[in-house]
């Protein structure tokens, strides 16, 4: 019995410091910390944010995104339009083979339209993310007050 004991500390250890390290691999993808901003409850939108490292041979693409808790997911971009952030949809995000890509603010993210529910802070939703090679992967997105957020974007703003 006491060996059973330590196998089942072993397992719960190593699916806690899983689950600490937010991030999911299928194949050769690895996407890391998926997060999204707490809102106030009357907020419509929503946005989330991860890395995706493709270790890969090939050219992999992020056809688009659903969650439960928002209507429609889109994928979007920040751009600079005669010195004006504008942000844009787009149909799909290439993450090139032996390469990253990051989903953060400022750049490449997913709105999350038509908001059903607004997660608080230190709430967690699922999010189900349609790849072109590796199909459908699900991730947790953690909820994050705006105090974590900022830690966020000090790096993208300087």
């Known amino acids: 019995m006491t060996l059973l004991k330590k196998w089942a500390a072993v397992a719960l250890m190593l699916s806690a410091s899983t689950a600490m390290a937010h991030e999911y691999k299928v194949g050769e993808l690895e996407i890391d910390h998926p997060w999204s901003r707490a809102l106030p ?8 944010y991860f890395d995706i490292d493709n270790q890969g041979e090939q050219d992999e693409v992020l056809l688009g995104a659903e969650s439960p808790v928002a209507k429609t997911v889109e994928i979007h971009n920040h751009i600079n339009e005669d010195g004006v952030m504008k942000m844009r949809q787009i149909d799909e995000l ?3 083979a032996k390469g990253k890509q990051s989903l953060a603010p400022g750049g490449y993210h997913l709105m999350l339209m ?3 529910k607004v997660p608080a802070a230190g709430e967690h939703f699922p999010l189900t993310l349609h790849f072109k090679q590796a ?4 991730v947790e997105v953690a909820v994050e007050a705006q105090d974590d957020d900022k830690k966020h974007d000090e790096h993208h703003h300087h």
């Open 41 to 48: 409850p009357v907020a419509t939108v929503g946005v989330a």
């Open 94 to 96: 290439t993450i090139p």
């Open 114 to 116: 038509d908001l059903n």
């Open 135 to 138: 199909g459908t992967v699900e």
